[in-house]
């Protein structure tokens, strides 16, 4: 099973371009693949388990030259993006926010993720010392930055395969 991105993902499926990537190395691997979950959508399920009340709040995945930018609202993804990454990564999360549904103001949870190998002590940092007022984006409290150990999108796929299983590779 697959964990992929939402980049990766069309209309509920993988992309075309993506998809012949993945059987490709299916193949070379010689792999069966079952299936694939989206990693956002199996961190917050996750959470969910763990908290046992549903996400409110910004999951960001960060990767050395991107974030995908995930808003969560009672559990529930309200959109996704991906987004280049800058010097300033909270330049980067406001770029987000404005690719994603409007809101009146934006939960004060983010929570962090790596995508790959990305140092996500320095990226809390560079979010904790954003003005946000300047790159306006209006959260109802100094957000809140939490950081998801490294192993946690792992846990989060196989969950998610337990719990939810309706994505394949067709």
């Known amino acids: 099973v697959f964990g992929l991105t939402v980049s990766w993902i069309e209309d509920g499926t993988i992309s075309s371009k993506?998809?012949?990537?993945l059987k490709k190395l299916s193949d070379e691997l010689e792999?069966?693949?079952a299936g694939f979950v989206v990693i956002p959508e199996a961190i917050v399920h996750l959470i969910k388990s763990k908290e046992g009340s549903?996400?409110?709040?910004?999951?960001?995945g960060v990767s050395d030259i991107t974030i995908e930018l995930s808003l969560?609202?009672?559990g529930k993804?309200?959109?996704?993006?991906?987004v280049s990454r800058s010097v300033s990564l909270g330049a980067d999360v406001s770029e987000g926010l404005t690719k994603l549904p409007l809101a009146s103001q934006y939960p004060s949870r983010i929570i962090l993720y790596s995508l790959k190998a990305a140092?996500?002590?320095d990226a809390r940092q560079n979010i904790l010392e954003t003005d946000w007022q300047e790159v306006k984006v209006n959260f109802l409290h100094t957000p809140?930055?939490?950081v998801l150990s490294e192993d946690y999108a792992l846990a989060a796929v196989s969950l998610g395969v337990n719990a939810t299983f309706p994505n394949t590779l067709s």
Do not use: A, C, R
């Open 18 to 21: 993506k998809l012949t990537l």
């Open 31 to 33: 792999l069966s693949p």
């Open 54 to 60: 549903p996400l409110h709040g910004l999951l960001i």
């Open 72 to 74: 969560v609202q009672n």
């Open 77 to 82: 993804i309200l959109g996704s993006t991906e």
């Open 119 to 121: 140092d996500l002590d």
């Open 144 to 146: 809140k930055v939490e």
